[in-house]
């Protein structure tokens, strides 16, 4: 990843990594509310339909990966 994955203090970022061009990644936004990162990430996630698809990640204000893919019956994405 090229992102900075450590969102500001307080928050959470939600990244989304682009598999299809090797890893292309970029940050979608820094939420305030945990759960508000989480539904963008695994709403995003859930229209997932093939493996080469965007796959969205969150990250803490210390930049410590919190949930992925996974999070809805998805295999853990590189």
Request: hydrophobic share 25%; aromatic share 8%.
């Amino acid at each position: 990843m090229s992102v900075e994955k450590k969102a500001p203090k307080g928050k959470t970022r939600v990244v989304c990594v682009d598999l299809f061009t090797k890893g292309d990644d970029c940050v979608v936004g820094d939420y305030t509310e945990q759960t508000d990162a989480f539904k963008i990430a695994d709403d995003h996630n859930k229209s997932r339909r093939g493996s080469m698809d965007d796959v969205y990640y969150v990250y803490d204000d210390q930049g410590c990966y919190i949930r992925g893919n996974e999070a809805v019956g998805q295999k853990v994405s590189p």
